[in-house]
């Protein structure tokens, strides 16, 4: 409805009016002469209507459109039209020359989307040429030959008339050798804004500046203290030197009045470079990075590209939140990454440029939404949705483009970005040509939609997330000249969602999704696959000394995982998915079990040995080894069926636990190792190994036990012996040793050596001579007298 209305508010020129329509009349004057004139038969109607379809149709000579400037002229100024025409027929043109011609003033930005898709000429709808000395002749265009013209001509000798958007014809005409007359043989289209004075309501237009890249980085860093960066390719170290298509964005937009809209991940990458880092090669090698310079270059330049400017950071790597609300919310877990990611970013923000950004606001792919992606796109604290005019289409009866701010209820707020203002530079711009009708047909849109009406509006322009530096270029051409405007003024994305909406303006959210854009979307497998590596990381960071080493990193990547940028990339996307889930199985099997071959016991008891490994950089704790016997009959651990032993390990170490054992029959248990964290989760391959028990025989029990029993009836005899020696040495000494005992001096005690030498097996003979090494006597020499009277004899 709004597209098809005509300008309202405006109030031409009486002068300007007598004088276009004085123009129409001469111009038309000599053209009905001529039909007045010349026979108007079938035959010659039907050949001149061939004629003029022929050379415009076919593309005799096409007509390129390099530069037109000013864009948007004002009183007083030359327009100076230049670009080539090339002649794509067989036969030679001669005759020809470059014209300029002004159609009439549009009215509704329907017509400007009408004019710039027709190709070919057609006579009155074109407009007449303005002719005189403002053409380019040449004597003849030979066929496959371009040639250059430029043409200058001042405003005033353009005829134009009140404000609006006038269609400007850039015509080749000329004859071949088949058709001897002067004909139009090319034509390009393009337009002129024209506003010379000050608008009397300018239009509020919001400018997006996006900085998003895709997903460089991965997940696997380095073994030293930095942790220095893996990267998949050294591709973002391009995009960020002179020249390349980041380092064209940040170089352009630092003078444009835009809001730049910022993936945090681009700026997290870049510092990552600039510290120094790494890029896989093939198989498993990496080699050093080269570009920490321009990284650090390219940083310092965003810093201060946006001094005094807004800045709306997205969540972590601009994740892909209509994948999400499709074919994610179904996947435990899937929208605690947005949270995340929502979480970081402003951090991330805020610790490279220093300034503190939005992150009230998502942007979904192409700005299209239903009510599923409202739903995910705020559950993440952001209030404010980007959307765009093509998904939610105005129903009502609007005769204009309607403010960008709508209310959609739940507290949330659609800023609903022009369509055709925000997709007026896709496509390939690297000709000047295609560059040049960009600029100018959004400059037409902007000024058809200001002449709508004169109530202010708030427009908001959000271009593709990744233009290409020559899209990039075009943008800043165009910024530029409408932000220079008189019917125009720039406006931040913030004011643009608080500016009041038109009571009229839609605000039911569709509830159709373009079936274009979901078949990009992410598939509900990947969403499986980030949901399992996240199981996969809580596990294994429990068990860290310092678990930020691999939360940070994998955290990250899970969240590079649910990117936009992998839209249009299925294959890409799972490589890198898998990568991540890989290289975490890989970290976490560095703490394993060190397998076991079969163990023998020789007895009731003993103690089994199980040895932990942790191959990381860093210690793990808070996990708990378990040895199971899988027959307790037969062997029991610790008593039990299975013992637990807390685990600490220190990085690049291992530790060796013993558990006790106790057997109760002969044969093979198995046992089972595993280890635990601390909530029972399992952790790691289990280690299952045999034990053989061998126990003792009753035949090895019965002879260990005479021998024993040798042994102590051995130690009796002695014991007993010894003691009735002991008893007969009184009664052998005699009552001679008694009266010996009253003598000057001790004799000595044969008996007693007697019996101690015949106990040793070498007692002497009688008549044996006394050796020097014998002892002193102590007692007297014995005697037979009988004992006296009183003393005890033993027996």
Same mark, same amino acid.
Not at 406 to 434: C, E, H, N, W, Y
Not at 450 to 469: C, E, G, H, Y
Not at 544 to 570: I, Q, Y
Not at 608 to 631: A, E, F, K, M
């Given at each position: 409805?709004?597209?098809? !209305?005509?300008?309202?508010?405006?109030?031409?020129?009486?002068?300007?009016?007598?004088?276009?329509?004085?123009?129409?009349?001469?111009?038309?004057?000599? *053209?009905?002469?001529?039909?007045?004139?010349?026979?108007?038969?079938?035959?010659?109607?039907?050949?001149?209507?061939?004629? =003029?379809?022929?050379?415009?149709?076919?593309?005799?000579?096409?007509?390129? $459109?390099?530069?037109?400037?000013?864009?948007?002229?004002?009183?007083?100024?030359?327009?100076?039209?230049?670009?080539?025409?090339?002649?794509?027929?067989?036969?030679?043109?001669?005759?020809?020359?470059?014209?300029?011609?002004?159609?009439?003033?549009?009215?509704?930005?329907?017509?400007?989307?009408?004019?710039?898709?027709?190709?070919?000429?057609?006579?009155?709808?074109?407009?007449?040429?303005?002719?005189?000395?403002?053409?380019?002749?040449?004597?003849?265009?030979?066929?496959?030959?371009?040639?250059?013209?430029?043409?200058?001509?001042?405003?005033?000798?353009?005829?134009?008339?009140?404000?609006?958007?006038?269609?400007?014809?850039?015509?080749?005409?000329?004859?071949?050798?088949?058709?001897?007359?002067?004909?139009?043989?090319?034509?390009?289209?393009?337009?002129?804004?024209?506003?010379?004075?000050?608008?009397?309501?300018?239009?509020?237009?919001?400018?997006?500046?996006?900085?998003?890249?895709?997903?460089?980085?991965?997940?696997?860093?380095?073994?030293?203290?930095?942790?220095?960066?893996?990267?998949?390719?050294?591709?973002?170290?391009?995009?960020?030197?002179?020249?390349?298509?980041?380092?064209? *964005?940040?170089?352009?937009?630092?003078?444009?009045?835009?809001?730049? =809209?910022? #993936?945090?991940?681009?700026?997290?990458?870049?510092?990552?470079?600039?510290?120094?880092?790494?890029?896989?090669?093939?198989?498993?090698?990496?080699?050093?990075?080269?570009?920490?310079?321009?990284?650090?270059?390219?940083?310092?330049? =965003?810093?201060?590209?946006?001094?005094?400017?807004?800045?709306?950071?997205?969540?972590?790597?601009?994740?892909?939140? !209509?994948?999400? !609300?499709?074919?994610?919310?179904?996947?435990?877990?899937?929208?605690?990454?947005?949270?995340?990611?929502? #979480?970081?970013?402003?951090?991330?923000?805020?610790?490279?440029?220093?300034?503190?950004?939005?992150?009230?606001?998502?942007?979904?792919?192409?700005?299209?939404?239903?009510?599923?992606?409202?739903?995910?796109?705020?559950?993440?604290?952001?209030?404010?949705?980007?959307?765009?005019?093509?998904?939610?289409?105005?129903?009502?009866?609007?005769?204009?483009?309607?403010?960008?701010?709508?209310?959609?209820?739940?507290?949330?707020?659609?800023?609903?970005?022009?369509?055709?203002?925000?997709?007026?530079?896709? /496509?390939?711009?690297?000709?000047?040509?295609?560059?040049?009708?960009?600029?100018?047909?959004?400059?037409?849109?902007?000024?058809?939609?200001?002449?709508?009406?004169?109530?202010?509006?708030?427009?908001?322009?959000?271009?593709?997330?990744?233009?290409?530096?020559?899209?990039?270029?075009?943008?800043?051409?165009?910024?530029?000249?409408?932000?220079?405007?008189?019917?125009?003024?720039?406006?931040?994305?913030?004011?643009?969602?608080?500016?009041?909406?038109?009571?009229?303006?839609?605000?039911?959210?569709?509830?159709?999704?373009?079936?274009?854009?979901?078949?990009?979307?992410?598939?509900?497998?990947?969403?499986? $696959?980030?949901?399992?590596?996240?199981?996969?990381?809580?596990?294994?960071?429990?068990?860290?000394?310092?678990?930020?080493?691999?939360?940070?990193?994998?955290?990250?990547? *899970?969240?590079?995982?649910?990117?936009?940028?992998?839209?249009?990339?299925?294959?890409?996307?799972?490589?890198?998915?898998?990568?991540?889930?890989?290289?975490?199985?890989?970290?976490?099997?560095?703490?394993?079990?060190?397998?076991?071959?079969?163990?023998?016991?020789?007895?009731?008891?003993?103690?089994?040995?199980?040895?932990?490994?942790?191959?990381? =950089?860093?210690?793990?704790?808070?996990?708990?080894?378990?040895?199971?016997?899988?027959?307790?009959?037969?062997?029991?651990?610790?008593?039990?069926?299975?013992?637990?032993?807390?685990?600490?390990?220190?990085?690049?170490?291992?530790?060796?636990?013993?558990?006790?054992?106790?057997?109760?029959?002969?044969?093979?248990?198995?046992?089972?190792?595993?280890?635990?964290?601390?909530?029972?989760?399992?952790?790691?391959? !289990?280690?299952?190994? #045999? $034990?053989?028990?061998?126990?003792?025989?009753?035949?090895?029990?019965?002879?260990?036990?005479?021998?024993?029993?040798?042994?102590?009836?051995?130690?009796?005899?002695?014991?007993?012996?010894?003691?009735?020696?002991?008893?007969?040495?009184?009664?052998?000494?005699?009552?001679?040793?008694?009266?010996?005992?009253?003598?000057?001096?001790?004799?000595?005690?044969?008996?007693?050596?007697?019996?101690?030498?015949?106990?040793?097996?070498?007692?002497?003979?009688? /008549?044996?001579?006394?050796?020097?090494?014998?002892?002193?006597?102590?007692?007297?020499?014995?005697?037979?007298?009988?004992?006296?009277?009183?003393?005890?004899?033993?027996?």
């Amino acid at each position: 409805m709004a597209e098809a !209305a005509d300008f309202q508010g405006m109030s031409p020129s009486p002068a300007r009016r007598w004088l276009r329509r004085t123009g129409a009349l001469l111009a038309g004057a000599p *053209l009905l002469t001529g039909l007045l004139q010349l026979p108007a038969s079938p035959s010659a109607q039907a050949t001149g209507q061939d004629a =003029v379809r022929d050379a415009s149709g076919s593309g005799t000579v096409a007509v390129s $459109v390099d530069s037109l400037s000013p864009s948007a002229p004002s009183d007083g100024d030359t327009v100076t039209v230049s670009g080539t025409v090339t002649n794509n027929g067989k036969q030679t043109v001669t005759d020809a020359h470059v014209g300029l011609r002004m159609g009439s003033a549009l009215s509704t930005r329907s017509a400007v989307d009408a004019i710039s898709k027709r190709t070919d000429y057609m006579p009155g709808a074109d407009g007449s040429e303005v002719g005189g000395k403002y053409v380019e002749k040449f004597s003849k265009l030979t066929p496959g030959v371009a040639e250059e013209f430029s043409i200058s001509v001042p405003v005033d000798k353009l005829d134009l008339g009140d404000d609006g958007v006038y269609p400007l014809g850039v015509s080749l005409s000329g004859q071949t050798s088949t058709q001897q007359w002067e004909q139009v043989l090319g034509i390009q289209r393009t337009f002129l804004p024209w506003q010379p004075d000050e608008a009397e309501t300018r239009t509020k237009t919001t400018a997006l500046w996006p900085l998003i890249s895709s997903s460089h980085m991965t997940a696997e860093t380095g073994s030293n203290e930095q942790q220095t960066p893996v990267f998949a390719d050294d591709d973002l170290a391009k995009e960020i030197s002179p020249g390349g298509r980041l380092d064209q *964005l940040v170089s352009l937009g630092k003078d444009l009045d835009v809001t730049w =809209v910022i #993936d945090p991940d681009l700026l997290a990458s870049v510092d990552a470079m600039a510290d120094g880092y790494r890029v896989r090669g093939e198989g498993d090698t990496t080699t050093a990075g080269t570009h920490q310079a321009v990284a650090k270059q390219w940083l310092a330049e =965003v810093q201060q590209a946006v001094v005094d400017k807004e800045i709306v950071a997205l969540p972590f790597a601009d994740p892909d939140v !209509a994948s999400l !609300a499709h074919n994610g919310t179904s996947v435990t877990g899937s929208l605690s990454q947005l949270k995340a990611a929502t #979480d970081v970013a402003a951090t991330t923000v805020e610790t490279i440029l220093h300034v503190t950004p939005s992150t009230d606001f998502t942007w979904p792919v192409n700005g299209a939404v239903d009510p599923g992606i409202v739903k995910v796109a705020t559950s993440a604290g952001a209030d404010k949705v980007i959307a765009r005019g093509d998904s939610l289409e105005e129903t009502g009866d609007l005769t204009y483009t309607p403010s960008a701010a709508r209310p959609i209820g739940g507290g949330t707020t659609a800023v609903v970005a022009d369509a055709r203002m925000s997709t007026a530079f896709q /496509g390939d711009l690297t000709k000047a040509s295609t560059s040049t009708l960009a600029v100018q047909q959004f400059l037409a849109q902007s000024l058809a939609l200001d002449l709508q009406t004169n109530k202010q509006r708030s427009i908001v322009v959000a271009p593709q997330r990744m233009p290409t530096a020559t899209q990039a270029k075009a943008m800043a051409e165009a910024l530029t000249a409408l932000q220079d405007s008189t019917w125009s003024e720039s406006q931040a994305l913030t004011a643009a969602a608080k500016a009041k909406p038109d009571p009229g303006a839609t605000t039911k959210v569709p509830a159709a999704y373009p079936s274009s854009l979901r078949k990009q979307q992410l598939p509900r497998s990947a969403f499986g $696959v980030i949901a399992n590596t996240q199981d996969k990381l809580d596990r294994f960071q429990v068990i860290l000394t310092d678990e930020s080493r691999v939360v940070t990193p994998f955290g990250r990547a *899970l969240n590079r995982e649910m990117s936009t940028s992998w839209r249009g990339r299925s294959t890409e996307a799972s490589t890198f998915r898998r990568g991540v889930e890989a290289y975490l199985d890989d970290l976490a099997e560095q703490v394993k079990l060190i397998d076991k071959s079969e163990t023998k016991l020789s007895g009731r008891s003993a103690t089994i040995p199980v040895t932990v490994q942790n191959n990381l =950089v860093q210690g793990v704790d808070h996990l708990v080894l378990r040895l199971t016997s899988t027959n307790p009959t037969r062997l029991k651990i610790d008593g039990e069926d299975y013992e637990e032993q807390p685990i600490t390990v220190s990085g690049g170490h291992s530790q060796t636990v013993k558990f006790t054992t106790s057997a109760n029959a002969n044969g093979r248990a198995t046992v089972i190792a595993q280890l635990y964290t601390e909530d029972g989760q399992a952790y790691g391959d !289990a280690v299952t190994f #045999d $034990v053989k028990v061998t126990e003792i025989t009753a035949t090895v029990m019965l002879v260990i036990g005479g021998g024993v029993l040798l042994l102590v009836l051995a130690g009796f005899r002695m014991y007993t012996q010894r003691k009735r020696a002991a008893a007969r040495e009184p009664e052998e000494d005699g009552p001679d040793a008694e009266a010996d005992e009253t003598a000057d001096g001790p004799v000595n005690p044969e008996g007693t050596m007697d019996r101690l030498k015949e106990e040793s097996g070498t007692r002497p003979g009688a /008549g044996d001579p006394e050796q020097p090494s014998d002892p002193t006597p102590d007692t007297a020499a014995e005697s037979a007298d009988p004992s006296g009277t009183g003393e005890r004899v033993d027996r």
